[in-house]
């Protein structure tokens, strides 16, 4: 699978805010009703500073919905998806991407 950066690939909705070695720092934010263009991340734990409600489509077609808290964290492997903002608040979340094993 080709790897599409977030940043490139949604720059409106994605900065940097620290790079290293180790690690990729990002700030997403999307907007009620906004969608990010496709894009991939490898590792990552992500925290969730303001949540709302989403839907997360992934590369194959497949489509999952999910109602996240302010203050909720996750990780997640290496993966390609599309993020909407279904919600009625805007979205923020702290991305921090493992460059271990790339």
Known sequence: MTYIDAVKASPGNYRT????????VLGMTLRPGERDNLHSHP??????????????????????EADIPDGHVMWHEAWTHQVENVGQSELYAVIVESKAGR
Do not use: M, W
């Not at 590792?43 to 999952?64: C, M, N, P, W």
């Open 17 to 24: 805010l620290l790079e290293n070695d180790q690690v990729r």
């Open 43 to 64: 590792d990552e734990t992500v925290y969730f500073v303001r949540g709302s409600k989403v839907k997360i489509h992934l590369g194959d077609g497949q489509v999952a």
